[in-house]
């Protein structure tokens, strides 16, 4: 625990999840919606009352601020980053957290939707958690803990920082993005204004946890091209576009290749968006694989299935574009050993066991990595993320916090790395 000192932690993410920051992604826009911003400007002004006179939140919703360096030690400018947006999955409007105080293991039932039951059984990690305080929503929307739990701790971090000037640190960046749920996290990011050596995003799940690997990922969007005709004199003329991709959904494996057949360092192809009219149909993919090159494999593989059924409607046609949207951060990372020994002496310090998993998905540290900013992934103590059933443990983000703490001083002390 950090000495002499009330965490804010808990308070500020009750706050933080009231503020509806779902992100949009079939928006073109940055940020793909405006309501992030209300939480950015929030953040840039509580960061100016703690007295960092650099920060603000910019035109595209990215959130910039620094804490001075206090020591004359060469410390590295090391970057703490989350993101405000909420995901698109399940809705963020209206969230009404509720504060469970000392926990003692029985089954939660949400009091606005009583069907949605939080149950050890269900979330054997709530046993870590009983007799402390864990945060949830009402049961109509997800929590938001993803990622502004993240944020929350980055925030306490730097209000410990500010009132205990004793603690001897470097130049620290703080950094929060809109978008990272629909893969725009660092579109519009001034890499050069933000000034950091490497930086981590505050972006995990389990105690302890610790992150260097992420999907390497691609998205495919497919269109299907029929043949319209009026319904009542379609006989021999009208070939629908909707049975066609109706066939291809039908023909993707079930027991292998989809999520839910997948785990570990398995990749997947995921359906995740179909949509269309008789004449024009279309199928969305996220393709996620650990190893990058085989990614053109899966996408290969999938082409292949939709020319085969294509090519049985005569007059149908099929387009098929693939769009890159993030690669592996392990392969940067892992030029950079040092970025993770920092972070691991951080954990042993605050008495924390380090947990490296690989995750399945992605994080703004990916795309910054491969923008030659290097990123590991911390953890905040979210679960069961973008559903109702959404939960956090105050006590995980509490250690976060303490544990960033520890983080900084580790980076003056780095010449002994």
Not at 22 to 28: L, T
Not at 33 to 46: F, G, H, P, R
Not at 165 to 170: C, V
Not at 297 to 318: D, F, M, R, W
């Amino acid at each position: 625990m950090l000495p002499d000192y009330s965490f804010t932690v808990s308070n500020r993410f009750q706050r933080y999840v009231q503020i509806d920051t779902q992100s949009d992604p079939h928006s073109d826009a940055h940020p793909s919606t405006e309501k992030q911003k209300d939480l950015s400007q929030l953040l840039a002004e509580e960061l100016l009352a703690m007295g960092l006179k650099d920060a603000h939140s910019d035109q595209w919703g990215y959130v910039y601020a620094s804490i001075p360096s206090n020591t004359t030690a060469n410390v590295p400018v090391v970057c703490f980053c989350a993101h405000v947006d909420t995901a698109p999955d399940c809705s963020g409007t209206h969230v009404k957290p509720i504060l469970h105080k000392n926990y003692q293991g029985d089954s939660i039932v949400l009091p606005d939707d009583p069907t949605q039951v939080l149950t050890i059984e269900r979330y054997p990690y709530l046993k870590e958690h009983i007799g402390s305080d864990i945060i949830t929503a009402s049961g109509l929307t997800l929590l938001g803990a993803d990622d502004k739990a993240g944020v929350a701790i980055i925030m306490d971090m730097a209000n410990y920082l500010v009132t205990h000037p004793e603690i001897e640190h470097g130049t620290i960046k703080i950094l929060f993005t809109p978008d990272e749920e629909v893969g725009a996290g660092t579109a519009k990011l001034d890499l050069e204004k933000l000034g950091a050596d490497f930086a981590f995003t505050l972006d995990g799940g389990e105690l302890g946890t610790l992150e260097d690997e992420t999907f390497s990922a691609d998205a495919v969007a497919m269109t299907i091209h029929g043949v319209i005709a009026h319904p009542g004199y379609a006989k021999g003329k009208m070939v629908n576009a909707l049975r066609i991709a109706g066939a291809i959904a039908q023909a993707l494996p079930l027991q292998e290749w989809s999520p839910e057949a997948t785990a570990g360092k398995e990749g997947f192809v995921h359906l995740h968006g179909m949509n269309g009219l008789a004449e024009k149909a279309s199928l969305e993919f996220l393709i996620r694989d650990f190893d990058t090159a085989q990614l053109l494999v899966h996408e290969s593989k999938l082409k292949a299935l939709a020319e085969n059924i294509v090519a049985q409607y005569p007059g149908a046609s099929l387009e098929f574009e693939v769009v890159e949207q993030y690669r592996n951060m392990k392969e940067v990372l892992d030029q950079h050993p040092y970025i993770l020994q920092y972070a691991m002496k951080a954990y042993e310090q605050v008495g924390i066991p380090v947990i490296k998993e690989p995750v399945r998905g992605g994080t703004d540290g990916s795309r910054l990595s491969f923008m030659g900013l290097p990123c590991p992934n911390l953890f905040t103590g979210m679960q069961a993320i973008h559903s109702k059933k959404e939960w956090v443990g105050v006590k995980d983000m509490e250690k976060s916090v303490e544990m960033l703490v520890a983080l900084v001083g580790q980076l003056v002390k780095g010449s002994s790395l």
